[in-house]
């Protein structure tokens, strides 16, 4: 069982940068499978960020939309990933989620709006 507890949401100016966390405890050995979802109003959820290993390399994949804007990290001692979202615009807006192995947080509110 894999818990995952998600913070770091808020309301933010357009342009502005915000850095969420997602906390895992239970059955989970590497951050690697871990990623940022979101979904927004109206809208289904779609992947953000990635940690994935391919080849036996580890890689950040992104959805295009947040290609140069968002990075994605962890901190394998602490059980946390990160996701540092800057040059934020009004479409990031939506609850964000972190998952691993189809277990999923509660979500945080990311609000971007003058």
């Known amino acids: 069982q894999v818990q995952l507890v998600e913070s770091g949401g808020g309301l933010v100016q357009p342009g502005g940068s915000l850095r969420l966390s997602c906390a895992a405890s239970g059955s989970i050995f590497s951050l690697n499978g871990m990623g940022w979802y979101r979904q927004a109003p109206g809208k289904a959820r779609e992947s953000v960020a990635r940690m994935i290993t391919r080849g036996g390399t580890d890689y950040a994949e992104y959805a295009d939309p947040v290609k140069g804007r968002f990075t994605i990290s962890g901190d394998n001692a602490k059980k946390t990933v990160y996701l540092q979202m800057n040059t934020l615009k009004p479409e990031d807006t939506a609850v964000y989620y972190c998952?691993?192995?189809?277990?999923w947080g509660q979500g945080t509110q990311v609000t971007v709006s003058s």
């Open positions: 998952s691993y192995g189809g277990w």
